[in-house]
């Protein structure tokens, strides 16, 4: 029994296959892209923060003003 | 020093009394920021087997948890408003960031003990960290709906509170299995986690 060339080559080994069957490198993609989305997130997240601390501390001292100029709290 | 004792009473489940806009705002934004630090930290400590690991989990992990409370905070709001509760859905978003900051402070409090762990035990360092961010979604899951129901007052139904807690917890939980999925590795191993929800299931 002779095999033919083929039959006696091991079988190629599947390409690796990254989530959901998609190639690896569609994964490594996905995953820059998110890593990129969530810098910007971080750093609108910190904008909004700062914003956020201002108006919060313009809040309190109308807050402040209020309870002195009406003698009661809101 | 007052921000940070509202955010952790807030983290803790005490809902803060209800402020103006900039204070919401300032909460909300503090919560989430502070939720990012904490998971970073227990990033770097979870993939502390190498340097460069430790500093990629120190990204991946704050990553992983913003991407999937954000995938999961639409379909949260919807069932707010679904639900006719009495809730607003600016007070589902505050609810769930200080429940995501409560989860983080377990995370950031068990950090040393992962990477302890990780060091010293070659078999429980790989399943301490697993079991860490099962304990952090569990502290993270009790506080949103403790913040829901001060929210909600002693009039409100309670399980208007519970029906959208529990939506938005479980689909937080699914879209951190793909999130976790495609950022590993985090732990500084394999896990059962790294092939996402194929394996899984």
């Not at chain 1, 069957?21 to 996905?30: E, K, N, T, V």
């Not at chain 2, 190498?50 to 992990?61: I, V």
């Amino acid at each position: 029994m002779m095999g033919t060339r083929e039959s006696l080559e091991p079988p190629a080994a599947p390409p690796p296959t990254g989530l959901g069957g998609h190639g690896i490198a569609h994964q490594h993609a996905l995953f820059a892209a998110l890593a990129i989305v969530f810098a910007a997130l971080v750093a609108a997240l910190v904008l909004w923060f700062r914003r956020a601390a201002r108006a919060s501390e313009i809040e309190e001292i109308d807050r402040l003003i209020g309870e002195d100029w009406r003698g009661e709290p809101e | 020093m007052t921000q940070v004792v509202r955010l952790l009473d807030a983290a803790f489940g005490r809902a803060a009394p209800e402020s103006g806009p900039g204070g919401r705002a300032h909460l909300i934004a503090g919560s989430l920021l502070g939720a990012l630090a904490l998971a970073a930290l227990w990033g770097l400590a979870a993939g502390s087997a190498t340097l460069g690991q430790s500093l990629a989990s120190g990204f991946k992990a704050p990553m992983v948890l913003l991407l999937s409370a954000l995938s999961a905070l639409p379909a949260g709001v919807l069932a707010v408003k679904l639900t006719g509760a009495q809730l607003r859905a600016r007070d589902m978003v505050a609810s769930f960031a200080s429940a995501l900051m409560g989860g983080g402070l377990v995370l950031g409090a068990l950090a040393p003990i992962v990477a302890i762990y990780f060091h010293t035990s070659a078999r429980y360092g790989i399943e301490l960290g697993i079991g860490s961010v099962f304990a952090a979604l569990a502290i993270g899951g009790l506080v949103l709906v403790r913040n829901l129901r001060v929210r909600l007052g002693p009039t409100g139904s309670q399980v208007a509170a519970w029906v959208p807690a529990a939506l938005l917890f479980g689909l937080f939980a699914v879209a951190l299995v793909q999130f976790v999925a495609l950022a590993s590795p985090i732990l500084g191993g394999p896990t059962a986690f790294d092939a996402g929800i194929d394996r899984l299931w």
